[in-house]
């Protein structure tokens, strides 16, 4: 069965930091691994997604992702925190057209 | 805009009532899925649509049930409504073929309040 774990409920960040969200998987056959963000009151957002094509996988608002096989991780970084990225944000993983399995969610917040 | 949308936005009810959630995906896309969000279960898969028919389900409760029309817009029945029942429940859409690297684009959210 597919899962993902995500690593810290809270992240907080000053303003200009470097923001990491981290994302480990279990999966049997390789995934398709996906980054949301949900900002209040809003429902999900695609960030962006790994589909096998590259390891480094470049998103919206200038976050983006590696793919490490290694370590079944797929880690979220952006080199510098905005206060508008203050979010939750959910690692999903699927397998094709098919339902996704959402992490428990990061709340990312930024201090000035 | 996802231009997935869901109506109503909030949903305020009684226990043992019955609501109907109503979502409409974006055009062009067969497929639909229900997700439900609560603070101690987080986002969890409910059902999914392909073109009218029941494709995957999910920790569904036979208390709800689904559809969804030739128009592929889909319903989502929640009968016999318990406190517990009370979340945001999402709609997404996606092309929805088996090989692709489709995208789910997910709608605004119904939040349901049962009293």
Redesign the interface.
Same mark, same amino acid.
């Given at each position: 069965a597919q899962s993902v774990t995500q690593l810290g409920s809270h992240v907080s960040v000053s303003e200009g930091a470097l923001v990491l969200l981290r994302c480990n998987y279990s999966s049997s056959v390789p995934p #398709?691994l996906?980054w #949301?963000v949900q900002y209040p009151n809003? @429902?999900?957002?695609?960030l962006l997604?790994y589909?096998s094509a590259a390891t480094l996988v470049k998103g919206i608002n200038g976050f983006e992702a590696e793919f490490k096989k290694s370590e079944t991780s797929f880690h979220l970084t952006k080199p510098s925190a905005h206060m508008s990225d203050a979010a939750e944000y959910?690692c999903a993983v699927s397998r094709?057209?098919?339902?996704?399995?959402? @992490?428990? @969610?990061t709340r990312l917040t930024i201090n000035p | 805009d996802s231009g997935v949308t869901q109506t109503p936005k909030h949903l305020i009810t009684a226990t043992g009532q019955r609501v109907t959630l109503r979502c409409s995906p974006r055009s062009g896309d067969l497929s639909v899925y229900w997700y439900q969000q609560s603070l101690d279960q987080g986002l969890q898969f409910l059902i999914q649509y392909y073109n009218g028919e029941e494709r995957a389900k999910g920790n569904i409760l036979e208390r709800f049930s689904a559809q969804q029309f030739p128009d592929l817009h889909s319903e989502l029945n929640l009968s016999s409504l318990e406190l517990g029942d009370s979340a945001l429940y999402f709609c997404a859409s996606s092309v929805g073929t088996y090989a692709s690297t489709d995208t789910q684009y997910f709608g605004p959210g119904t939040r349901l309040t049962v009293l």
């Open positions: #398709y996906f #949301y809003q @429902g999900l957002q695609l997604k589909t959910f094709g057209a098919q339902k996704l399995v959402f @992490g428990q @969610g | -």
